[in-house]
C-alpha cells in the first residue's frame, strides 16, 4: 500500500479523469462545455435560459451564459432551433459517438474494481465529503 495520503492520491485521479475527458472531447475540437450542452438538449429541448440554468454549477466566473456555446454548436449544425433548442440529427450521432468513447474511458478507469470495491470507495469519499461539510 502507497505512503502517500489520500490527497495525493484523490488529486493524481481527478486529473487523470479530466486529462481523458478532455481528449475525447478535443477529438472532435470541443470543451467541456460543449460537451455538457450537447448532453443536456440530447436529453430533450431546452432554452438557452434553461441551459443556463441546468448548467450554472459548471460556468466559470466570466461565463455569464452558455449562448456562444450554442451558436459554435449550432455553426457546426449539431443544435437547431430559436427559442427552444434541440439536437440535430448529426448532433445526435456525434453525441451517441462521444457518449460511447466516455463510457469506455470510465470501464477502463474502474477495470479491476469490483462492484463492491466501487460502492465502497465512492461511500467513504461520500463519509469524508460529509464530515467536512458538516463542521
Known sequence: MSEL???YWLKHL???IESDFDRI???ES???RHWQVLHSLH????TVDELDDRLAPFL????QTVAPVVEQLRARRWV???GS???TEAGGRVHQELFERIQQSQRRLSEGVSERDYRAAVQVLEQMSANLENG
Open 25 to 27: 472531447l478535443a477529438a
Open 80 to 82: 437547431q432551433g430559436q
Open 43 to 46: 436529453g430533450g429541448s431546452a
Open 14 to 16: 481527478d486529473r487523470l
Open 60 to 63: 466559470q466566473e466570466q461565463e
Open 5 to 7: 495520503p489520500i490527497g
Open 30 to 32: 470541443l470543451g467541456r
Open 85 to 87: 433548442l434541440s439536437v
